[in-house]
């Protein structure tokens, strides 16, 4: 069950979420409830060995803010 990044073409929200197998089409922003989303290139979950992954529960998405306004 991969995790996909996504913009809103609506609201120019980015999100993640997770995809189950033939889902993708029901992706909705979380933030407008927009539908018109497209896939982003994003990085994968590696992290430095050593380095503690967190607190390990889940999130809820947020929005974060569109770079240069």
Same mark, same amino acid.
């Given at each position: 069950?991969?995790? #996909?990044? #996504?913009?809103?073409?609506?609201?120019?929200?980015?999100?993640?979420?997770?995809?189950?197998?033939?889902?993708?089409?029901?992706?909705?922003?979380?933030?407008?409830?927009?539908?018109?989303?497209?896939?982003?290139?994003?990085?994968?979950?590696?992290?430095?060995?050593?380095?503690?992954?967190?607190?390990?529960?889940?999130?809820?998405?947020?929005?974060?803010?569109?770079?240069?306004?």
């Amino acid at each position: 069950m991969p995790i #996909y990044e #996504y913009q809103c073409e609506a609201c120019q929200c980015q999100f993640e979420t997770l995809v189950f197998g033939g889902e993708e089409a029901a992706v909705a922003c979380p933030s407008c409830c927009g539908t018109s989303v497209k896939k982003m290139i994003s990085a994968g979950a590696i992290r430095p060995q050593g380095i503690p992954s967190g607190g390990g529960g889940f999130k809820a998405p947020a929005c974060k803010p569109r770079a240069g306004g």
